[in-house]
């Protein structure tokens, strides 16, 4: 067990992946449960996804009919699918070689909001829906236009039975129906509106149904009248004036009113043609898009038919007999669920990888383990773990036939997912330095997780999908980490998608710079690069007692502060004034110590200051203010002190967690400030709470903080067995228990002999046994004892019994500052000069009973009084227990004692006295 140096960060890399690995076997079902998650949803989602193609994508109503039928006549049918089989539902998803023609439709007004001439202002018409449509015309030529204008309508029906199609086309037809996405089923015959046609006068009785198409695309309509009238305007402007006013709004009598449409007939005369056509591009068709401009055609035909008239004669015609679209392939609809809900599910179960971190980091820095190591192994654990969680989401969603992961490129999807993750831990690594409180890392962790599925779902996405939203904006959105992802998954989505719709491909790398991805990709690349450094800078700079933001500070803060070091040192002359002497002797002697370079020592603190910044406008806490003081080895030297007084500040400086505001200490002749990797190897913590991982068993603990200590082979086993039995932890198959299932008591126990393992050389505990039964408590204590012989061991306690019976000497620390250092026997002497009397009596002779002391002692003090019970502190010195005697005897003739007792000075009294004494002093000056 020689002094081996300290441990290489391989050994104590080493030291860490055997503990995590150990600690994972025996979590090895919640990992399990981690990465069955992705099986879990990816589960969910084919549930779901099989349920909508039941219900949608498979249903009868979403797919071409089909009919089985005897075609070889051997009365064995065969299933033939096709429109012709299909009702006018299943007609829209067929495919349709040979497309329906449709008579070409005008669009017009709805009778209520037609427009009516002035004279009609009352407008009955409006009531009875039969207000006429109008028609403007305007030109340079009046006379033309009103030979157009009669031109313009059929003044009679015609429909020829045999050829219902072709017929219709002399008529002018029109619907109500404003528009529709295709034509292959043209909306204003499809719906269930009447089909009018417009004449100069309708005949009465002019109302009768008619049927048009084919099977199963037919359909029968009525068709009525409607009149048209051709009003004359005289100018263009008027004509816009016109439709500007009535456009919605209404006119001045609130009445809406709409024409047809509009013909400025220019300067056409006999050799040329030429005009323009208003018509109303405001509708909108039923998912909100402006209709195409089915409707228009007809305008064009009515008007240059009527021109053709002009010249040829009524026998001339242009007849516009159908419009159909171009025919089609089968479109079947084919929602993929996955794909569409896919990035707000894939951001959480990605999101939800994301690490946290454990405070037994501060326990494992206590013994050494430095940072590399811990980022390393830690980084290294977490990308393995993450990975492996990726690959099975992959391989679960794939199996299950999710088009989110078949169809986009595998490479793709895998690189993206890693940087991810990659950038996730970072991340995490920052959460967990910026937030020192597990509890509030967490709590961030999880607002980041859940708010960024949220926020991606309903307002990025939004912003995404809106293309009027500045792409930089989006980029800059994108900085944030979680939508950067959502983005990713919203771009592999939608091609999956939209692939999945098209029966193409998803997202491959061709694509990878046209759909967002590579900005996407970059962003991640650089903040994972940014946030690992950001981390790693803050988790350094805390770790050094400063706040991370201290440069902001230095440079805001240093006026008001300019005044204080003369007043501070004021305070610290007249407080060095009041100290007792033993204190400056062992600051002499640490003195002396520093000049011979001795290390017979094994603590030396010099000065040692430490001041935590002030913070929220609170002053600075000044926690350990000048202290001096040297431990030899084999010595145990105990800290008593109030709550509060810097017990724990001071450990946690010497044990390196914190560095010194200023001052020195030597461990062994190193400097904790210079030197604290070798220092680790011959140091041992036992902090305040028990910082253990519930499912190793005591003796994987020991043997990894004896790796870290740089034990090995069988030097090492030899000194966890030696530690284990030291504590009482090795009978019983105890050792091999894990520590969660261990009591109060051994846990405590564990936690000593972890400091104890590799016989270090130095030893801080901080209140070893606190919360320990008695037997527990002197089990512990033997160990300690036995352990101290090669050890300079510092503890704290607030445990009187403890003290003595484990220390050599004894400093009282108050606020920062030793009021006094000896062995327990010299402080009582020292400060115990004197008896404690209590004596009970009936209130009315409290009086009595304190003029008795006053006579047999002059110099006593009341202490404490209470009801008829008082305390008298008496100096030993000047009185004899038998006068005492005397004394209570004369008291109990002359009135009755209750109780009565006198007690020689307990180390309790001593520290209550000179905490008191000390605390009084402070707030004094
Ligand atoms: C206006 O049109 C008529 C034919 O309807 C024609 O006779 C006349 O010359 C035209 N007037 C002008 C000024 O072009
Ligand atoms: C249009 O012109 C005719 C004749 O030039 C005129 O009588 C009529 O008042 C004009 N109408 C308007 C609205 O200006
Ligand atoms: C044009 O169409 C819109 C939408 O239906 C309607 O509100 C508006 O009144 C129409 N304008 C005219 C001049 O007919």
Same mark, same amino acid.
């Given at each position: 067990?020689?002094?081996?140096?300290?441990?290489?960060?391989?050994?104590?890399?080493?030291?860490?992946?055997? @503990?995590?690995?150990?600690?994972?076997?025996?979590?090895?079902?919640?990992?399990?449960?981690?990465?069955?998650?992705?099986?879990?949803?990816?589960?969910?989602?084919?549930?779901?996804?099989?349920?909508?193609?039941?219900?949608?994508?498979?249903?009868?109503?979403?797919?071409?009919?089909?009919?089985?039928?005897?075609?070889?006549?051997?009365?064995?049918?065969?299933? +033939?699918?096709?429109?012709?089989?299909?009702?006018?539902?299943?007609?829209?998803?067929?495919?349709?070689?040979?497309?329906?023609?449709?008579?070409?439709?005008?669009?017009?007004?709805?009778?209520?909001?037609?427009?009516?001439?002035?004279?009609?202002?009352?407008?009955?018409?409006?009531?009875?829906?039969?207000?006429?449509?109008?028609?403007?015309?305007?030109?340079?030529?009046?006379?033309?236009?009103?030979?157009?204008?009669?031109?313009?309508?059929?003044?009679?029906?015609?429909?020829?039975?045999?050829?219902?199609?072709?017929?219709?086309?002399?008529?002018?037809?029109?619907?109500?129906?404003?528009?529709?996405?295709?034509?292959?089923?043209?909306?204003?015959? &499809?719906?269930?509106?009447?089909? $009018?046609?417009?004449?100069?006068?309708?005949?009465?009785?002019?109302?009768?149904?008619?049927? +048009?198409?084919?099977? /199963?695309?037919?359909?029968?309509?009525? =068709?009525?009248?409607?009149?048209?009238?051709?009003?004359?305007?005289?100018?263009?402007?008027?004509?816009?004036?016109?439709?500007?006013?009535?456009?919605?709004?209404?006119?001045?009598?609130?009445?809406?009113?709409?024409?047809?449409?509009?013909?400025?007939?220019?300067?056409?005369?006999?050799?040329? #043609?030429?005009?323009?056509?208003? $018509?109303?591009?405001?509708?909108?068709?039923?998912?909100?898009?402006?209709?195409?401009?089915?409707?228009?055609?007809?305008? *064009?035909?009515? *008007?240059?038919?009527?021109?053709?008239?002009?010249?040829?004669?009524?026998?001339?015609?242009?007849?516009?007999?159908?419009?159909?679209? =171009?025919?089609?392939?089968?479109?079947?609809?084919?929602?993929?669920?996955?794909?569409?809900?896919?990035?707000?599910?894939?951001?959480?179960?990605?999101?939800?990888?994301?690490?946290?971190?454990?405070?037994?980091?501060?326990?494992?820095? =206590?013994?050494?383990?430095?940072?590399?190591?811990?980022?390393?192994?830690?980084?290294?654990?977490?990308?393995?773990?993450?990975?492996?969680?990726?690959?099975?989401? =992959?391989?679960?969603?794939?199996?299950?036939?999710?088009?989110?992961?078949?169809?986009?490129?595998?490479?793709?999807?895998? +690189?993206?997912?890693?940087?991810?993750?990659?950038?996730?831990?970072?991340?995490?690594?920052?959460?967990?330095?910026?937030?020192? @409180?597990?509890?509030?890392?967490?709590?961030? %962790?999880?607002?980041?997780?859940?708010?960024?599925?949220?926020?991606?779902?309903?307002?990025?996405?939004?912003?995404?999908?809106?293309?009027?939203?500045?792409?930089?904006?989006?980029?800059?959105?994108?900085?944030?980490?979680?939508?950067?992802?959502?983005?990713?998954?919203?771009?592999?989505?939608?091609?999956?998608?939209?692939?999945?719709?098209?029966?193409?491909?998803?997202?491959?790398?061709?694509?990878?710079?046209?759909?967002?991805?590579?900005?996407?990709?970059?962003?991640?690349?650089?903040?994972? #690069?940014?946030?690992?450094?950001?981390?790693?800078?803050?988790?350094?700079?805390?770790?050094?007692?400063?706040?991370?933001?201290?440069?902001?500070?230095?440079?805001?803060?240093?006026?008001? #502060?300019?005044?204080?070091?003369?007043?501070?040192?004021?305070?610290?002359?007249?407080?060095?004034?009041?100290?007792?002497?033993?204190?400056?002797?062992?600051?002499?002697?640490?003195?002396?110590?520093?000049?011979?370079?001795?290390?017979?020592?094994?603590?030396?603190?010099?000065?040692?200051?430490?001041?935590?910044?002030?913070?929220?406008?609170? /002053?600075?806490?000044?926690?350990?203010?000048?202290?001096?003081?040297?431990?030899?080895?084999?010595?145990?030297?105990?800290?008593?002190?109030?709550?509060?007084?810097?017990?724990?500040?001071?450990?946690?400086?010497?044990?390196?967690?914190?560095?010194?505001?200023?001052?020195?200490?030597?461990?062994?002749?190193?400097?904790?400030?210079?030197?604290?990797?070798?220092?680790?190897?011959?140091?041992?913590?036992?902090?305040?709470?028990?910082?253990?991982?519930?499912?190793?068993?005591?003796?994987?603990?020991?043997?990894?903080?004896?790796?870290?200590?740089?034990?090995?082979?069988?030097?090492?086993?030899?000194?966890?067995?030696? %530690?284990?039995?030291?504590?009482?932890?090795?009978?019983?198959? &105890?050792?091999?228990?894990?520590?969660?299932?261990?009591?109060?008591?051994?846990?405590?126990?564990?936690?000593?002999?972890?400091?104890?393992?590799?016989?270090?050389?130095? !030893?801080?505990?901080?209140?070893?046994?606190?919360?320990?039964?008695?037997?527990?408590? &002197?089990?512990?204590?033997?160990?300690?004892?036995?352990?101290?012989?090669?050890?300079?061991?510092?503890?704290?306690?607030?445990?009187?019994?403890? %003290?003595?019976?484990?220390?050599?000497?004894?400093?009282?620390?108050?606020?920062?500052?030793?009021?006094?250092?000896?062995?327990?026997?010299?402080?009582?002497?020292?400060?115990?000069?004197?008896? !404690?009397?209590?004596?009970?009596?009936?209130?009315?002779?409290?009086?009595?009973?304190?003029?008795? &002391?006053?006579?047999?002692?002059?110099?006593?003090?009341?202490?404490?009084?209470?009801?008829?019970?008082?305390?008298?502190?008496?100096?030993?010195?000047?009185?004899?227990?038998?006068?005492?005697?005397?004394? !209570?005897?004369?008291?109990?003739?002359?009135?009755? *004692?209750?109780?009565?007792?006198?007690?020689?000075?307990?180390?309790?009294? *001593?520290?209550?006295?000179?905490?008191?004494?000390?605390?009084?002093?402070?707030?004094?000056?």
């Amino acid at each position: 067990m020689a002094d081996s140096g300290p441990a290489s960060f391989l050994t104590r890399a080493n030291a860490i992946y055997r @503990k995590n690995l150990t600690y994972q076997k025996r979590n090895i079902w919640s990992n399990v449960r981690l990465i069955m998650i992705p099986f879990y949803l990816c589960i969910v989602l084919v549930c779901v996804q099989a349920l909508i193609d039941s219900q949608v994508n498979n249903s009868v109503d979403n797919q071409c009919g089909c009919k089985c039928i005897d075609k070889t006549g051997v009365e064995k049918c065969q299933m +033939v699918c096709g429109v012709e089989y299909s009702t006018r539902d299943q007609g829209v998803f067929c495919a349709i070689p040979k497309p329906q023609p449709w008579p070409p439709l005008m669009l017009i007004p709805r009778p209520e909001n037609r427009a009516v001439d002035t004279k009609y202002t009352d407008a009955p018409c409006r009531r009875k829906h039969s207000c006429p449509v109008s028609i403007l015309l305007t030109g340079n030529n009046q006379s033309l236009g009103a030979t157009l204008s009669r031109n313009l309508l059929r003044t009679s029906f015609t429909m020829n039975s045999f050829d219902i199609l072709s017929s219709l086309a002399d008529n002018v037809l029109a619907t109500t129906y404003k528009g529709s996405a295709t034509n292959y089923l043209d909306a204003g015959i &499809v719906s269930d509106l009447s089909i $009018y046609n417009i004449q100069p006068q309708c005949p009465p009785h002019s109302s009768f149904p008619f049927s +048009v198409g084919q099977s /199963p695309l037919n359909f029968t309509k009525e =068709m009525r009248c409607v009149q048209g009238l051709n009003l004359w305007r005289n100018s263009s402007r008027e004509i816009n004036h016109e439709i500007f006013k009535g456009y919605q709004k209404g006119n001045s009598d609130g009445l809406i009113s709409e024409i047809v449409a509009a013909y400025d007939l220019l300067n056409t005369i006999k050799t040329n #043609f030429n005009v323009n056509i208003w $018509y109303n591009a405001t509708y909108k068709d039923d998912s909100n898009r402006p209709i195409k401009l089915v409707r228009v055609p007809r305008l *064009v035909s009515l *008007v240059s038919n009527a021109y053709l008239q002009y010249l040829q004669g009524p026998g001339t015609r242009i007849s516009f007999e159908f419009v159909k679209e =171009m025919p089609k392939q089968e479109t079947k609809l084919r929602l993929d669920l996955a794909s569409l809900i896919g990035p707000v599910f894939f951001t959480w179960v990605i999101l939800l990888l994301l690490p946290k971190q454990h405070r037994l980091r501060i326990i494992m820095k =206590m013994h050494g383990l430095g940072d590399g190591p811990y980022w390393m192994i830690s980084y290294v654990y977490f990308l393995a773990i993450s990975t492996l969680f990726i690959i099975c989401l =992959m391989i679960f969603g794939s199996a299950i036939g999710l088009k989110f992961f078949r169809i986009n490129d595998y490479s793709l999807q895998f +690189v993206f997912y890693f940087l991810n993750i990659n950038l996730q831990i970072s991340i995490a690594f920052l959460i967990s330095s910026a937030f020192s @409180k597990v509890e509030t890392a967490s709590v961030a %962790a999880y607002i980041y997780v859940f708010g960024s599925g949220l926020l991606g779902l309903f307002l990025f996405q939004f912003m995404l999908e809106d293309l009027s939203f500045h792409r930089g904006w989006i980029l800059v959105l994108e900085l944030y980490p979680g939508f950067s992802l959502f983005r990713g998954l919203y771009e592999l989505s939608q091609f999956a998608f939209h692939g999945n719709l098209s029966g193409r491909d998803g997202m491959k790398w061709k694509h990878f710079s046209d759909s967002g991805m590579d900005e996407v990709f970059y962003i991640i690349i650089v903040e994972w #690069f940014v946030s690992l450094t950001v981390a790693y800078y803050i988790d350094k700079i805390s770790s050094s007692g400063k706040d991370p933001l201290f440069f902001l500070k230095n440079t805001f803060k240093k006026s008001p #502060f300019s005044q204080r070091p003369s007043f501070q040192k004021q305070v610290s002359a007249a407080s060095k004034g009041m100290e007792k002497l033993d204190v400056i002797q062992e600051s002499e002697k640490v003195e002396k110590l520093m000049l011979e370079q001795n290390t017979s020592h094994a603590i030396v603190c010099h000065n040692l200051k430490k001041v935590y910044p002030g913070r929220d406008g609170n /002053p600075p806490k000044k926690a350990v203010q000048g202290l001096s003081l040297a431990v030899p080895t084999g010595e145990s030297f105990g800290m008593l002190g109030p709550n509060g007084a810097g017990k724990t500040s001071f450990i946690n400086t010497m044990t390196g967690l914190v560095k010194p505001t200023s001052g020195s200490a030597f461990v062994n002749g190193l400097s904790i400030c210079t030197e604290m990797d070798r220092v680790y190897t011959s140091l041992g913590v036992c902090p305040q709470h028990d910082l253990l991982w519930e499912t190793l068993t005591g003796r994987e603990h020991l043997l990894f903080y004896g790796r870290l200590k740089n034990l090995k082979g069988s030097d090492l086993n030899q000194a966890v067995e030696e %530690a284990l039995k030291s504590v009482n932890l090795f009978h019983g198959g &105890v050792a091999d228990k894990p520590a969660g299932k261990y009591s109060g008591g051994m846990k405590r126990r564990l936690s000593v002999a972890i400091s104890l393992i590799g016989s270090p050389k130095v !030893v801080y505990m901080d209140e070893p046994s606190t919360g320990l039964d008695p037997a527990s408590r &002197v089990n512990l204590w033997t160990a300690i004892k036995r352990a101290k012989r090669h050890t300079a061991i510092i503890l704290t306690t607030h445990s009187m019994e403890e %003290a003595e019976f484990l220390c050599d000497r004894l400093g009282i620390f108050v606020d920062g500052r030793l009021q006094c250092i000896g062995n327990p026997k010299e402080l009582k002497g020292r400060y115990g000069g004197s008896y !404690v009397l209590t004596m009970t009596t009936a209130s009315e002779h409290e009086q009595n009973m304190e003029m008795l &002391v006053q006579e047999f002692s002059p110099n006593s003090k009341k202490i404490y009084h209470i009801a008829g019970t008082q305390k008298f502190e008496i100096p030993k010195e000047k009185v004899r227990i038998s006068e005492v005697f005397q004394a !209570v005897e004369k008291a109990k003739r002359s009135f009755k *004692v209750f109780a009565w007792g006198l007690a020689n000075t307990t180390l309790e009294d *001593v520290f209550i006295k000179v905490a008191r004494t000390a605390q009084d002093f402070n707030a004094f000056s």
